[in-house]
């Protein structure tokens, strides 16, 4: 049975052009896969705790020295990283928020790069643990900035998952969602046409 993991990475909990799409997109993979089972992980509605002396404490303490929090929070970490690794496929709604991901979706890349369990450093360099992905990315943007310099958004997102692994990742963009009612009809009738045939 194919497993659909959606994160949504959206700050607004209403109303966003991203979790708009990638709804629609999970629901036509539901409708390719029949039987698939789909995870959502909102991140807005269940929010990661930022990196600090706490988080990062728990995760480089020696699984037998950990005080009871600590174990709470490596145990957060580790659901979330069982949750990614059980999928087949994954989808990320991903806002452009001043030319990068969204804060909610740091922290969540946060959470789930581990050494030792989501990648490993070897003599000849870093690989990726988590395997045999497909990722699908959903990005919608106000303005145009797909093939720009402004564009760090694609980059960032294609090393950061190529490091821990996924290497399948095509992108669907909604662009110009900012620029007027007839900019916005097209970015999504744009995005839906590659959500159709996905």
Do not use: C
Not at 103 to 112: A, E, M, N, P, V
């Amino acid at each position: 049975m194919t497993t659909i993991l959606q994160i949504n990475s959206a700050a607004r909990s209403q109303g966003a052009q991203s979790t708009l799409l990638v709804n629609e997109l999970t629901t036509k993979l539901q409708q390719s896969n029949p039987g698939a089972k789909v995870v959502t992980r909102n991140l807005q509605a269940d929010p990661l705790p930022h990196l600090d002396d706490a988080v990062l404490g728990a995760f480089f303490t020696p699984v037998e020295q950990r005080t009871p929090e600590q174990q709470a929070i490596a145990a957060r970490s580790e659901a979330l990283i069982a949750e990614l690794q059980a999928a087949d496929v994954i989808v990320i709604g991903a806002p452009m928020y001043n030319f990068g991901i969204s804060s909610q979706l740091k922290t969540y890349f946060d959470w789930i790069a581990r050494a030792g369990i989501t990648f490993q450093y070897t003599a000849n360099g870093p690989v990726g643990l988590v395997t045999g992905k497909k990722v699908i990315v959903v990005s919608a943007r106000g303005g145009k900035y797909h093939g720009t310099p402004n564009d760090s958004q694609t980059p960032y997102l294609k090393s950061f998952l190529g490091f821990l692994g996924m290497t399948d990742v095509s992108f669907i963009y909604a662009e110009g969602l900012n620029m007027g009612p007839e900019a916005a009809g097209a970015a999504l009738a744009s995005a839906r046409e590659a959500i159709a045939a996905a």
